[in-house]
């Protein structure tokens, strides 16, 4: 069975920290995929990045950036001079073959203080 | 393109009611997708369908139905409702898997569900 662990529940930083968001996940399929939502405090849920098994390149985007390892089922989610619009719950979510059934981690609330 | 969009917003149930929530999607996908959130909590599958005619459980169907006659529209229904079923419910949609591969899910606005 998949599953998707997000150890940190809540994180508070201040304005200009960087900061990481560690996600840890299980599956027996050798191809998966993973995903970084956020939801921020309005309720809705965005998208991030999506990542398939066979791409264990790391990702930058702006000021974001994710580190997928294999070797140790991590997909970490980075965030560099983090504002306080980055305040959130960011979710790690993860799909076996077929996109059939995502498994969502619980979420890691971040709050960035001014 | 609207995207994915639900209704109602909001709706307060009284216990042994039912109700439907709506979801629909303009953007051709055949994966469709209900969860549930809880306070504080992740997002749990209730149901998903991977096109029209076919619905399957996800890891809490029970006290839910759904159907899916159209590519479009993929309602929730709630029998018979209880307190437990107190949530945030998001309908969400994705590109179909060709080739195993998984796309992203958009997700709707949320329908937030309160049974007294």
């Known amino acids: 069975a998949q599953k998707v662990t997000q150890a940190q529940t809540e994180i508070s930083v201040v304005e200009k920290e960087d900061v990481t968001l560690d996600c840890v996940y299980e599956t027996r399929d050798t191809t998966y995929y993973l995903f970084w939502y956020k939801q921020p405090p309005s309720g809705e849920l965005v998208f991030l990045i999506r990542?398939?098994?066979?791409?264990?390149q790391n990702e930058i985007s702006g000021r974001y950036s994710w580190n997928f390892q294999k070797s140790t089922s991590s997909f970490n989610f980075t965030i560099t001079a983090s504002q306080v619009v980055d305040s959130a719950v960011y979710f790690c979510?993860?799909?076996?073959?077929?996109?059939?059934?995502?498994?969502f981690g619980p979420g890691t609330r971040l709050s960035v203080l001014p | 393109n609207a995207g994915v969009t639900q209704t109602p917003k909001f709706r307060i149930l009284k216990i042994g009611q039912s109700m439907t929530l709506q979801c629909t999607q303009d953007m051709n996908h055949n994966y469709m997708y209900w969860y549930r959130q809880d306070p504080g909590m992740g997002l749990k599958l209730i149901y998903y369908s991977v096109g029209a005619g076919i619905t399957d459980k996800g890891e809490v169907p029970n006290g839910y139905n759904v159907s899916r006659s159209t590519t479009e529209d993929f309602p929730l229904r709630l029998e018979l409702a209880a307190p437990s079923q107190t949530s945030v419910y998001f309908c969400?949609?994705?590109?179909?898997?060709?080739?195993?591969?998984?796309?992203?899910?958009?997700f709707g606005p949320g329908t937030r569900l309160t049974v007294l």
């Open positions: 990542r398939n098994s066979f791409d264990e």
């Open positions: 969400a949609s994705s590109y179909p898997g060709y080739g195993g591969r998984t796309d992203e899910q958009f």
């Open positions: 979510a993860l799909s076996e073959t077929g996109g059939q059934n995502f498994v």
